[in-house]
Protein backbone atom coordinates (compact mmCIF):
# COMPACT_ATOMS: atom_id res chain seq x y z
CA UNK A 1 0.00 0.00 0.00
CA UNK A 2 0.98 3.51 -0.23
CA UNK A 3 0.21 6.35 1.62
CA UNK A 4 0.51 9.81 0.33
CA UNK A 5 0.61 13.33 2.71
CA UNK A 6 0.07 16.89 0.88
CA UNK A 7 1.23 19.76 2.81
CA UNK A 8 1.95 23.92 2.08
CA UNK A 9 -1.57 24.80 1.45
CA UNK A 10 -2.71 27.94 2.04
CA UNK A 11 -4.20 31.86 1.12
CA UNK A 12 -2.04 34.06 -1.04
CA UNK A 13 -3.20 36.84 -2.89
CA UNK A 14 -3.05 36.91 -6.42
CA UNK A 15 -0.03 37.06 -7.57
CA UNK A 16 1.91 35.18 -5.31
CA UNK A 17 3.42 31.86 -5.20
CA UNK A 18 3.17 28.55 -2.67
CA UNK A 19 5.09 25.30 -3.21
CA UNK A 20 2.81 22.58 -2.08
CA UNK A 21 4.70 19.01 -1.23
CA UNK A 22 3.08 15.49 -1.26
CA UNK A 23 5.46 12.53 0.60
CA UNK A 24 4.89 8.65 -0.29
CA UNK A 25 5.09 6.55 2.84
CA UNK A 26 4.48 2.52 2.10
CA UNK A 27 5.18 0.47 -1.03
CA UNK A 28 7.17 3.81 -2.31
CA UNK A 29 9.22 1.14 -4.89
CA UNK A 30 5.97 0.51 -6.64
CA UNK A 31 4.69 3.78 -7.58
CA UNK A 32 5.55 5.02 -11.10
CA UNK A 33 3.35 8.35 -11.61
CA UNK A 34 3.12 10.70 -9.24
CA UNK A 35 1.20 14.43 -9.68
CA UNK A 36 -1.11 16.68 -8.92
CA UNK A 37 -5.12 17.39 -9.55
CA UNK A 38 -7.18 19.93 -8.18
CA UNK A 39 -10.80 20.31 -7.38
CA UNK A 40 -12.39 23.58 -7.25
CA UNK A 41 -16.30 23.89 -5.50
CA UNK A 42 -18.86 22.73 -7.87
CA UNK A 43 -16.08 21.64 -10.47
CA UNK A 44 -14.80 17.88 -11.98
CA UNK A 45 -11.31 17.25 -10.20
CA UNK A 46 -8.95 18.30 -12.93
CA UNK A 47 -4.99 16.85 -13.56
CA UNK A 48 -2.21 19.82 -13.12
CA UNK A 49 1.00 18.06 -13.52
CA UNK A 50 2.58 14.98 -12.76
CA UNK A 51 5.88 13.09 -12.71
CA UNK A 52 7.99 9.65 -13.90
CA UNK A 53 9.41 8.40 -10.42
CA UNK A 54 11.85 6.71 -12.51
CA UNK A 55 13.28 9.15 -14.59
CA UNK A 56 11.45 12.66 -13.50
CA UNK A 57 10.06 13.15 -17.28
CA UNK A 58 7.23 15.68 -16.40
CA UNK A 59 3.61 15.90 -18.38
CA UNK A 60 1.46 19.68 -17.49
CA UNK A 61 -1.73 20.44 -18.42
CA UNK A 62 -1.86 22.57 -21.07
CA UNK A 63 -3.13 25.80 -18.93
CA UNK A 64 -1.04 25.27 -15.74
CA UNK A 65 2.62 25.00 -18.25
CA UNK A 66 4.53 28.34 -17.15
CA UNK A 67 2.75 28.77 -14.08
CA UNK A 68 3.36 25.49 -12.05
CA UNK A 69 6.38 23.44 -11.94
CA UNK A 70 6.25 19.61 -10.66
CA UNK A 71 9.64 18.75 -9.46
CA UNK A 72 10.73 15.15 -6.95
CA UNK A 73 13.01 14.33 -4.56
CA UNK A 74 13.32 10.61 -4.91
CA UNK A 75 15.62 10.17 -1.21
CA UNK A 76 12.54 12.08 0.34
CA UNK A 77 9.84 9.92 -1.47
CA UNK A 78 8.23 13.55 -2.27
CA UNK A 79 6.94 15.31 -5.04
CA UNK A 80 6.54 19.31 -5.28
CA UNK A 81 4.36 21.60 -7.08
CA UNK A 82 5.75 25.24 -7.15
CA UNK A 83 2.92 27.35 -8.25
CA UNK A 84 3.51 31.27 -9.35
CA UNK A 85 1.49 33.97 -10.41
CA UNK A 86 -1.56 32.54 -8.83
CA UNK A 87 -4.68 34.05 -9.43
CA UNK A 88 -8.50 33.19 -7.92
CA UNK A 89 -9.09 30.90 -10.02
CA UNK A 90 -6.69 28.62 -8.81
CA UNK A 91 -8.38 28.71 -5.61
CA UNK A 92 -9.38 24.73 -5.30
CA UNK A 93 -8.63 21.81 -3.13
CA UNK A 94 -5.36 19.99 -4.09
CA UNK A 95 -4.66 16.38 -4.51
CA UNK A 96 -1.93 14.79 -4.41
CA UNK A 97 -2.04 11.06 -6.45
CA UNK A 98 -0.07 8.02 -7.49
CA UNK A 99 -0.41 4.99 -9.48
CA UNK A 100 1.74 1.86 -9.78
CA UNK A 101 1.83 -0.89 -12.25
CA UNK A 102 2.60 -0.76 -16.44
CA UNK A 103 3.86 2.26 -17.67
CA UNK A 104 1.43 4.41 -19.83
CA UNK A 105 2.20 7.98 -20.26
CA UNK A 106 1.69 10.73 -17.70
CA UNK A 107 -0.55 12.72 -19.94
CA UNK A 108 -2.95 9.71 -19.06
CA UNK A 109 -2.23 9.63 -16.09
CA UNK A 110 -3.39 13.02 -15.57
CA UNK A 111 -6.56 12.57 -17.51
CA UNK A 112 -7.63 9.75 -15.60
CA UNK A 113 -11.15 9.83 -13.32
CA UNK A 114 -10.54 9.76 -9.82
CA UNK A 115 -11.75 6.24 -9.62
CA UNK A 116 -9.04 5.09 -11.87
CA UNK A 117 -6.20 6.34 -9.63
CA UNK A 118 -5.43 4.02 -7.00
CA UNK A 119 -4.15 5.95 -4.35
CA UNK A 120 -4.78 9.79 -3.19
CA UNK A 121 -3.61 12.63 -0.54
CA UNK A 122 -6.10 14.06 1.92
CA UNK A 123 -5.47 17.21 -0.37
CA UNK A 124 -4.82 20.92 0.60
CA UNK A 125 -6.36 23.66 0.06
CA UNK A 126 -5.34 26.40 -1.86
CA UNK A 127 -7.28 30.13 -1.51
CA UNK A 128 -6.43 32.84 -3.51
CA UNK A 129 -7.73 36.64 -2.93
CA UNK A 130 -7.79 39.73 -5.30
Known amino acids: QVQLVESGGGSVQAGGSLRLSCTASGSTYSIRYMGWFRQAPGKEREGVAA????????YYVDSMKGRFTISQDNAKATVYLQMVSLSPDDTAMYYCAADTGPAYGGDRFLKKAPSEIPHWGQGTQVTVSS
Open 51 to 58: IVRRNGVT
